[in-house]
């Protein structure tokens, strides 16, 4: 019965081995592919807090999970746009010490005190960007490309990539029927639904974790992409471009929020102002290819960067597009139809 | 001088039982019939929309794409499983148990990475069609992942071993003579098995049916890493709406579904077994 | 017909083989993406050391795997002493209940301990994973050790209690010796299962408390990442090891 004995002690030397230094910890929980493993190795070096990372891929899993952990939850979690002031009202964050965030100063005031966070009691935003049309090169002439349109193209079935996001993914159908992204109306919903459903005998896939690599293997030629994911697919290969649709382009901003089941705030605090030094803002816009808030990472980009319109879009481009708001309620119908559009195809 | 050990003994493993295990089902059911609530998970009315809402098109029609793909996916087990466990049940003793943990060792090995190395043999740029272009079978990869055919590969992969061993358990105590005393009468091969073997073999058949088809549905993450935007299995459905769209009525009465679903299959098992023991009975 | 068999055989293991040799192979490819073949190295396991968050993530498997095997099995021999020696009212639906968790897919109990977690406001991390992989493990468990049981000879229990041996003290002397192969078998599947949990613990746990399977589900699902190359490798190594320690017992079980 050694071996018995031998195998027991082994593991219980294991387990009393796994450190027990009770190092200080920050619990992120962020979107996939968003921020450097570079980024948070430094941060750990720099400040000895070691960071736990979780990653999601679209709002509602992430809000879904921080309803659910309402006791050991999150310290620093990045919701888009109205999603902070839906968490807000449901009273899941808290107040940030804007004391403990230097660095937050000198943000790009264009994003800042939106309607979702007045005065940004709540959040810090981070990155901005953009939801367009990706295309690859090699398969499709981008020229003919210009429209949300083009995605319905018939000669397109099975090329189509979808983001795994109900939000972006009735903008797109929405704004193609002359509405709001916005609407709240069920009948406007319920016609979206409609139009989504003839897209779908062309969608070969909803990805919302990282679409660009579907491009990139050449599994889809055509479909939605974030910026972001469209300029790290062109660093790889340059025929995946990047369009923005005539219809206009749905746009986002993705702040930083402390939830209230947080139980390393200052952590949190310290990390939310790492990421919002300048060289480290420089980092993420250089590697991930979405715009920072931080205006003083913009010299220190590089010149290809800088003037990306991948990465900053033209002042008319933003014009023509919409941000998301909270439809309140409307959420549930929305909710529904995405559901009935995923399982009825 | 009747202890207390047995007392004891009995209540923790009462008291655990219950709330872990009817406890849970009882909430499950609860949930299934109460209102959706936005900021909590559930609140009163009870009604019956979770329920109503299944039957429409929709979501009937995952389930029965659900249903299609474990059904593919027992099938193929059986198809493979069937001759496995046969010829491994009549090998000498020593081979069997050779075999039967060769079968294992993929079986010890987490099954999400086992998924994950289907992925890279099926992808776009994977193995498989890298060989096909090298061989020039194919002048352009196929596709072959986000398609049934991956999803059902990859059930099949995970499920296989739950077929074989109810099936090699019967076969084991299959009496071979049978075969030879048809062969004798004159028998053919196809005779034989249809007469003789596959009846006998039946209970072992059901068993390894039930163990794979009601996971297989439930299996969501096979159908996240190898399926595209048509392969949703039950599962998937149940993750999105516990963990996604918060709808948890919904995600209650789909798993009561499932449940009856395996409840209905458990029924018609007992049934085949007491038929079995009837039909042997009188001798 | 013998030519036959082989080839079967050889065709099935291929499939089941195939993928995790070529799992193995890219764990010491240098081709990060595993598209040819380009030299050995060990440098993934090195990626993979250095990876905090996946290190972290198999500490909490181990522990949790250790310590669900643990408790299983000791819950599971007292419930598969109580199932096999006592008579006592709502033994069957006892036993139904155990054969029910055995039977139901992991998804069900997944959701069922996540309503019953939120309702009894346990916080999901450690404890309620814990608690939910003791509870897939133990119809295991108890299956495994009630077969052992059935198969003692009575007379042997029945002189220990000529002899004046108290239930509790019968247990402890005598039981719990004859049944250790069982016991043994019993941890070895459970710390099996418990480390392979997906989706129970998908459900269960909370930020606090990250495993292994779905930090490897979150970095799959992005493509191909060769820490999870080398780590599988060590998983399946493990598997091994497991494989043959519990063959050792088995023999040993079966040769007293």
């Given at each position: 019965m050694n071996i018995g004995k031998t195998l027991f002690g082994a593991a219980l030397l294991l387990l009393t081995a796994s450190p027990a230094m009770a190092a200080e910890k920050v619990y992120v929980y962020n979107w996939t592919e968003y921020i450097p493993q570079a980024v948070i190795d430094d941060f750990t070096k720099e400040t000895g807090i070691e960071v736990v990372y979780t990653t999601?891929?679209?709002?509602?899993?992430?809000?879904?999970?921080?309803?659910l952990a309402q006791q050991e939850g999150y310290d620093v979690v990045v919701p888009s746009t109205y999603f902070v002031s839906k968490m807000s009202r449901e009273g899941l964050l808290q107040g940030l010490d804007h004391s403990q965030l230097p660095n937050a100063r000198g943000l790009d005031a264009k994003m800042l005190d939106k309607p979702f966070d007045r005065g940004n009691v709540y959040s810090v935003p981070f990155m901005w960007g953009s939801t367009g049309i990706g295309v690859n090169a090699k398969e499709i002439d981008p020229a003919t490309v210009t429209s949300w349109k083009d995605l319905w193209n018939p000669a397109y079935k099975g090329k189509v990539l979808l983001q795994d996001d109900l939000r972006e993914v009735f903008h797109m159908a929405l704004k193609l029927q002359g509405r709001s992204s916005n609407t709240t109306d069920p009948k406007e919903i319920e016609a979206a639904y409609g139009l989504l459903k003839e897209l779908m005998p062309n969608v070969l896939l909803f990805n919302s974790d990282s679409p660009r690599l579907p491009y990139l293997a050449g599994e889809v030629s055509i479909g939605m992409i974030w910026n972001g994911e469209a300029w790290m697919a062109a660093e790889e290969n340059e025929d995946i471009r990047y369009i923005y649709p005539k219809e206009g382009a749905n746009l986002w901003v993705d702040s930083f929020v402390i939830p209230k089941s947080a139980r390393n705030v200052k952590n949190g605090h310290a990390f939310i102002n790492y990421m919002l030094k300048a060289e480290v803002a420089a980092q993420c816009v250089a590697q991930n290819g979405y715009a920072t808030t931080v205006l003083a990472a913009l010299p220190l980009l590089d010149e290809k960067v800088r003037t990306s319109p991948t990465i900053f879009p033209p002042p008319e481009t933003v014009a023509a597009g919409e941000f998301q708001l909270d439809v309140g309620d409307a959420l549930a119908t929305y909710q529904r139809y995405w559901e009935l559009l995923r399982a009825g195809n | 001088m009747e202890s207390k050990t047995r007392p004891a003994v009995i209540g923790l493993v009462a008291l655990w039982l219950v709330v872990f295990g009817v406890l849970p089902i009882l909430l499950l059911l609860g949930a299934s019939v109460l209102t959706q609530d936005p900021a909590h998970f559930v609140r009163l009315p009870l009604s019956l929309d979770a329920y109503r809402q299944l039957l429409e098109p929709a979501y009937l029609q995952v389930m029965l794409r659900s249903l299609k793909l474990a059904l593919i996916t027992v099938a193929l087990c059986l198809l493979v499983g069937y001759p496995f466990a046969w010829f491994t049940a009549r090998l000498p003793a020593g081979w069997k148990t050779t075999i039967l943990v060769l079968l294992m060792i993929p079986f010890w090995t987490n099954s999400l990475v086992r998924t994950y190395a289907i992925r890279t043999l099926l992808g776009t740029q994977g193995l498989l069609n890298k060989a096909l272009l090298a061989l020039g079978v194919i002048d352009a990869p196929l596709q072959l992942i986000y398609t049934d055919l991956a999803v059902v590969l990859g059930l099949f992969y995970l499920m296989l071993p739950f077929m074989i061993l109810p099936l090699y358990a019967n076969l084991d105590k299959f009496d071979y003579r049978l075969v030879e005393a048809g062969r004798d009468l004159g028998a053919g091969f196809a005779r034989i098995f249809v007469k003789i073997v596959w009846p006998l073999s039946l209970p072992g058949v059901f068993a390894g049916c039930i163990l794979v088809f009601v996971p297989t549905m439930g299996l969501f993450y096979v159908a996240t890493l190898l399926g595209g935007a048509r392969q949703l299995l039950v599962g998937n459905l149940i993750q999105q709406q516990f963990l996604n769209a918060r709808n948890w009525p919904a995600g209650s009465a789909t798993s009561v579904v499932l449940i009856l679903l395996m409840a209905l299959m458990l029924a018609a098992y007992r049934l085949l077994l007491r038929r079995a023991a009837t039909a042997r009975g009188p001798q | 017909m013998k030519g036959l068999r082989l080839l079967f055989f050889c065709g099935v293991f291929c499939y089941l083989y195939l993928p995790i040799v070529i799992l193995v192979g890219n764990a010491f490819n240098l081709n990060?993406?595993?598209?040819?073949?380009?030299?050995?190295?060990?440098?993934?396991?090195?990626?993979?050391?250095?990876?905090?968050?996946?290190?972290?993530?198999?500490?909490?498997?181990?522990?949790?795997?250790?310590?669900?095997?643990?408790?299983?099995?000791?819950?599971?021999?007292?419930?598969?002493?109580?199932?096999?020696?006592?008579?006592?009212?709502?033994?069957?639906?006892?036993?139904?209940?155990?054969?029910?968790?055995?039977?139901?897919?992991?998804?069900?109990?997944?959701?069922?301990?996540?309503?019953?977690?939120?309702?009894?406001?346990i916080a999901l991390g450690f404890w309620s994973l814990l608690l939910a992989?003791?509870?897939?493990?133990?119809?295991?468990?108890?299956?495994?050790?009630?077969?052992?049981?059935?198969?003692?000879?009575?007379?042997?229990?029945?002189?220990?209690?000529?002899?004046?041996?108290?239930?509790?003290?019968?247990?402890?002397?005598?039981?719990?010796?004859?049944?250790?192969?069982?016991?043994?078998?019993?941890?070895?599947?459970?710390?099996?299962?418990?480390?392979?949990?997906?989706?129970?613990?998908?459900?269960?746990?909370?930020?606090?408390?990250?495993?292994?399977?779905?930090?490897?589900?979150?970095?799959?699902?992005?493509?191909?990442?060769?820490?999870?190359?080398?780590?599988?490798?060590?998983?399946?190594?493990?598997?091994?090891?497991?494989?043959?320690?519990?063959?050792?017992?088995?023999?040993?079980?079966?040769?007293?």
């Open positions: 999601y891929d679209s709002n509602e899993t992430m809000y879904a999970k921080v309803k | - | 990060r993406y595993g598209l040819r073949w380009d030299g050995f190295t060990g440098k993934w396991f090195v990626a993979m050391w250095n990876n905090p968050g996946l290190m972290e993530a198999a500490r909490h498997s181990l522990v949790i795997a250790f310590a669900a095997a643990s408790l299983a099995t000791a819950i599971g021999a007292l419930a598969a002493i109580a199932f096999t020696r006592y008579r006592f009212p709502g033994r069957r639906l006892l036993q139904g209940t155990m054969m029910t968790l055995m039977m139901a897919p992991d998804i069900i109990l997944a959701i069922a301990l996540l309503v019953l977690f939120v309702a009894l406001g992989h003791i509870t897939f493990c133990l119809p295991f468990a108890v299956v495994t050790i009630a077969a052992r049981l059935e198969g003692f000879d009575p007379h042997l229990l029945d002189a220990a209690r000529d002899l004046g041996a108290s239930e509790g003290r019968l247990l402890w002397r005598v039981v719990l010796p004859l049944l250790r192969p069982a016991l043994i078998s019993s941890w070895l599947l459970s710390f099996t299962l418990s480390l392979d949990d997906v989706i129970v613990s998908s459900f269960v746990t909370g930020p606090a408390y990250d495993v292994l399977p779905l930090k490897i589900f979150s970095m799959v699902k992005v493509g191909v990442k060769p820490e999870v190359n080398a780590l599988a490798t060590i998983m399946v190594g493990l598997s091994l090891i497991l494989v043959i320690l519990s063959q050792l017992f088995h023999k040993e079980k079966n040769t007293p």
